[in-house]
């Protein structure tokens, strides 16, 4: 009686499918993440220049509890941007992780 054979054609076509979807929507979000973290660069050279005015008008005689509320919010935004930029970094690292953890996975890649 011959055995089955283990590795069939159309279980790798499922699994290549399969696979295949995840890959795709790994893709997908590793582009939202990376736009995401783009358009966070902006914001901060926004924030580091209204701190360098901020810094500028107490120079120049402005009254500091003015300026020192300004800079309290400015410093509050710059941290939960950076926050927010290093919760990026991170998720970007575990879908380029996930992603060649998958490229082993996949049926058309195996040796």
Do not use: W
Request: charged share 25%.
């Amino acid at each position: 009686m011959p055995l089955p054979a283990l590795r069939s054609p159309s279980r790798e076509y499922v699994d290549e499918r399969r696979l295949g979807r995840l890959v795709r929507l790994l893709q997908a979000t590793q582009v939202e993440i990376e736009k995401e973290a783009t358009q966070l660069y902006p914001s901060e050279n926004a924030m580091a220049d209204c701190a360098a005015f901020s810094v500028q008008a107490l120079e120049n005689g402005e009254t500091l509890d003015v300026i020192s509320v300004r800079i309290d919010t400015l410093t509050h935004n710059m941290m939960l941007n950076h926050k927010r930029q290093v919760s990026l970094q991170r998720q970007l690292s575990f879908v380029r992780r996930t992603q060649a953890e998958l490229q082993r996975l996949l049926p058309s890649h195996r040796t």
